[in-house]
């Protein structure tokens, strides 16, 4: 009984927790007309981020750069900004691509 609930412990520790996690601007180019949106996490939580928040904060800076609208490339860029102790990474910093529009 004790080795199960042992088991139990460590599955939920390794699961990590799911966390809200707020995009803000980090980059991009009103030249080649690109935002780029950025949150970071640590291998332990499972970052929920809103997407459609996303955009609109793309459209928003597109807009002030002149154009119309934002879309959204695909995938992400995930890359470690901290390591840790043994090795892995602490901390990840997650960047999101938008493609400002004309039209």
Same mark, same amino acid.
């Given at each position: 009984? =004790?080795?199960?609930?042992?088991? *139990?412990?460590?599955? +939920?520790?390794? +699961? ?5 996690? !707020?995009?803000? /601007?980090? @980059? *991009?180019?009103? /030249?080649? *007309?690109?935002? %780029?949106?950025?949150? !970071?996490?640590?291998?332990? !939580?499972?970052?929920?981020? $809103?997407? %459609?928040?996303?955009? %609109?904060? /793309? ?6 750069? @002149?154009?119309? $609208? /934002? %879309?959204? #490339?695909? *995938?992400? =860029? ?5 390591? @840790?102790?043994?090795? @892995?990474? +602490?901390? #990840? ?9 004309? =039209?």
């Amino acid at each position: 009984m =004790k080795k199960l609930l042992v088991i *139990g412990l460590i599955s +939920a520790v390794l +699961a990590g927790c799911s966390v809200n996690k !707020e995009l803000v /601007a980090t @980059g *991009g180019s009103k /030249a080649d *007309g690109t935002i %780029e949106l950025s949150f !970071e996490h640590s291998p332990f !939580e499972t970052p929920i981020i $809103n997407e %459609e928040k996303g955009l %609109e904060l /793309a459209k928003k800076r597109c807009s002030a750069w @002149g154009y119309e $609208n /934002a %879309e959204k #490339f695909g *995938g992400q =860029k995930q890359i470690c900004t901290r390591f @840790g102790g043994f090795g @892995g990474c +602490a901390l #990840f910093l997650v960047t999101i691509q938008y493609q400002c529009l004309d =039209k």
